[in-house]
């Protein structure tokens, strides 16, 4: 089945840029909106953008200033960058896959990032 | 966009039900039929429990069931289980292509 795998490093020093990178297993990256979604610990989920298999992508309003998530079809992998991160950024990211009914029905197990110096 | 309103926390007994509910905008669950639920056990990545207000993926128990009504929306779990203590989350599909998630509610089963 359908399987997602976050990558990454742990610790991203303050002002410093946040990369992560989703690798797709047994699926091609098409027809579904590939998400990023983190967890501050302790928190709730907050939804972070997505690309979808046209190259489009969209992005949460209160971050998009920072954002930029892009896609490596010859991979299959799909990739979030998060600028001038700070300790708030501190989070559990997930990636994701959004279905036509706009539900997130698959979820990689998460990889925690921490802000710090 | 502002989060969906949850309650923190909810309780009940074993073969009890409780309702969880979601509480939005026009502009979000008044407006689209893209409510969906997630259950999220300590540790774990949260998992698909109900789609389009109602529906439930293959495997998932019906003692899970969703509604909508205006601007709220509400999940059911009827049965109570012990297995069901977790965080809870909604989400709406907000428009725009973005997505809003609710707060959380931590079930817990006494």
């Known amino acids: 089945q359908v399987q997602l795998r976050e990558s990454g490093p742990g610790l991203v020093k303050p002002s410093e840029t946040l990369s992560l990178t989703c690798t797709v297993s047994?699926?091609?990256?098409?027809?579904?909106?590939w998400s990023w979604i983190r967890q501050p610990p302790g928190k709730g989920l907050e939804w972070i953008g997505y690309i979808y298999d046209d190259g489009s992508a969209n992005y949460n309003p209160s971050l998009k200033s920072r954002i930029t998530i892009s896609a490596d079809t010859s991979k299959n992998q799909f990739s979030l960058n998060l600028i001038a991160v700070t300790a708030a950024d501190t989070a559990l990211y997930y990636c994701a896959r959004a279905n036509a009914s706009h539900a997130f029905d698959v979820w990689g197990q998460g990889t925690m990032v921490t802000v710090s110096s | 966009q502002s989060a969906l309103t949850q309650p923190a926390s909810v309780s009940g007994s074993p073969d009890q039900s409780i309702t969880i509910s979601c509480t939005g905008t026009?502009?979000?669950?008044?407006?689209?039929?893209?409510v969906s639920w997630y259950q999220q056990h300590p540790g774990k990545a949260p998992k698909l429990l109900i789609s389009?207000?109602?529906k439930r993926p293959s495997g998932v128990s019906d003692r899970f069931s969703g509604f909508k009504s205006g601007n709220t929306a509400s999940l059911t779990i009827s049965g109570l289980q012990a297995e069901d203590e977790a965080d809870y989350y909604c989400?709406?599909?907000?428009?725009?292509?973005?997505?809003?998630f609710g707060g959380g509610t931590k079930l817990t089963v006494v």
């Open positions: 989400c709406s599909y907000a428009g725009r292509s973005t997505w809003v």
């Open positions: 026009s502009s979000d669950i008044g407006t689209f039929r893209l």
């Open positions: 389009e207000v109602t």
């Open positions: 047994a699926a091609s990256l098409s027809s579904y909106y």
